[in-house]
C-alpha cells in the first residue's frame, strides 16, 4: 500500500479506488475465465481432420515396438551364432589345468611361509628360556 494512504490523504481519487477493489477484483476474475475457456476451447476443438489427436503418437509407438523386437531377435541371433563360436575357440582343458597350477604354487609358498615362521618363534622361544633360566 503506497505510503500515501496510510498518512490518510483526503484525494478522492484514493478513497474511490479503495472503495471499488472488490468490484476489480471481480472484473480480473471473469477476464482471467474468459481467457481460459477461451483458451480451452481452441485446446479441445476438433482439427479439421477426423483423426484422433493421438492417433498418430500411437502410430510411432506401435513403430518403435516393432523396430525394437525386429532389433532383439537380430541382437539373439547374432549372440547365439559368436557365442557358440567362441566357445568352441576357448581352450577350457588348458585354462583348468594353469588354475590348478597355480592353486598349488600358492598352496607351496603358503606352507612353507607358515613353516620358517614356526621355526623362528621356536628359536625365540628357545632364547627366551635361556635368557630366562628355565
Known amino acids: 500500500m503506497p505510503s500515501v494512504l496510510r498518512r490518510g490523504r483526503k484525494s ?11 468490484s476489480t477484483d471481480v472484473l480480473l476474475a471473469i477476464g482471467v475465465g474468459l481467457a481460459l475457456g477461451a483458451g480451452l476451447a481452441l485446446v479441445a476443438r476438433e482439427r ?9 503418437l500411437e502410430r510411432f509407438a506401435r513403430s518403435g515396438v516393432k523396430g525394437a523386437r525386429r532389433l532383439r531377435d537380430r541382437g539373439t541371433r547374432w549372440a547365439l551364432e559368436k557365442g557358440e563360436s567362441i566357445r568352441d575357440g576357448v581352450p577350457v582343458s588348458e585354462i583348468g589345468d594353469s ?15 607358515v613353516n620358517r615362521e614356526i621355526r623362528d618363534l621356536r ?12
Not at 479439421?48 to 498418430?56: G, Y
Open 12 to 22: 478522492g481519487a484514493l478513497r474511490r479506488h479503495r472503495r471499488n477493489d472488490a
Open 48 to 56: 479439421a481432420r477426423r483423426r484422433r489427436p493421438m492417433a498418430r
Open 99 to 113: 588354475v590348478a597350477d597355480y592353486l598349488e604354487t600358492a598352496r607351496q609358498s603358503i606352507d612353507d611361509a
Open 123 to 134: 628359536r625365540a622361544i628357545r632364547r627366551e628360556r635361556k635368557r630366562l633360566g628355565v
